[in-house]
């Protein structure tokens, strides 16, 4: 099983909009509506920010929506805030009690 | 509200048995995976593998050789041990807990860095 392919990295302004693309395959991302999205500040433990392609924990942003289309997941975030500056990791269900993350995505918030 | 405590030794030698522990503090542990996921410095996560209360685990099939998982559910502990370790497994190593019948992980713990050297 390969890790999910995203982008390095991702930059946009405060108050912009940015999404992050998370590409699988059809054994992974296109088979399964199990896609997760995590978040990362340096030195800390990831938090959980979408499950299941687009939901939201409690207490997770509206700001924060995920979507997916065939093979490819994405995480949009809107109205960006400083505090938005972080590494986000996609997950996926890959069959056979299996799963998967992505490489990650550096965020910058300019 | 739900809390991840996991400890273990830091520093190993090539060849030698990682051993970490984490315990559920402020919840139940039923109905739960007790996952392992662990991250190489500057690179991304990678999943381990997992536990649930019956004793049924689930692990990476690239590690699969070299892990084992455990659990005490009287003391609510669930533990990894990584054996014939080399320097690639260099990481920190996090405990996380996954609802069954979902695949993601809602809570986790703080990290363990463990280098191997």
């Known amino acids: 099983q390969s890790a999910l392919t995203q982008p390095p990295s991702a930059s946009e302004s405060p108050g912009q909009s940015v999404t992050i693309s998370c590409t699988g395959t059809?054994?992974?991302?296109?088979?399964?509506?199990?896609v997760s999205w995590y978040q990362q500040h340096p030195g800390k433990a990831p938090k959980l920010m979408i499950y299941?392609?687009?939901k939201r924990p409690s207490g997770v942003p509206d700001r924060f929506f995920g979507s997916k289309s065939g093979n490819t997941a994405s995480l949009t975030v809107s109205g960006l805030q400083a505090d938005d500056e972080a590494d986000y990791y996609c997950?996926?269900?890959?069959?056979?009690?299996?799963?998967?993350f992505g490489g990650g995505t550096k965020l910058t918030v300019l | 509200q739900v809390q991840l405590q996991q400890w273990g030794a830091g520093l190993l030698k090539p060849s030698e048995t990682l051993s970490l522990t984490c315990a559920v503090y402020?919840?139940?542990?039923?109905?739960?995976?007790g996952t392992w996921i662990r991250q190489p410095p500057g690179k991304g996560l990678e999943w381990i593998g997992e536990?649930?209360?019956?004793?049924?685990?689930n692990y990476n099939p690239s590690l699969k050789s070299r892990v084992t998982m455990s659990l005490d559910t009287s003391r609510k502990q669930f533990s990894l041990k990584l054996s014939s370790l080399t320097a690639a497994d260099t990481a920190v190593y996090y405990c996380?807990?996954?609802?069954?019948?979902?695949?993601?992980?809602?809570?986790w713990g703080k990290g363990t860095p463990v280098i191997v050297s």
């Open positions: 299941e392609v687009n």
């Open positions: 059809s054994s992974d991302v296109g088979a399964y509506n199990y």
């Open positions: 996380a807990r996954r609802v069954t019948v979902h695949y993601y992980m809602d809570v």
């Open positions: 402020g919840g139940s542990f039923s109905d739960y995976y």
């Open positions: 536990i649930i209360q019956s004793g049924t685990t």
């Open positions: 997950s996926s269900y890959a069959g056979s009690n299996n799963l998967i």
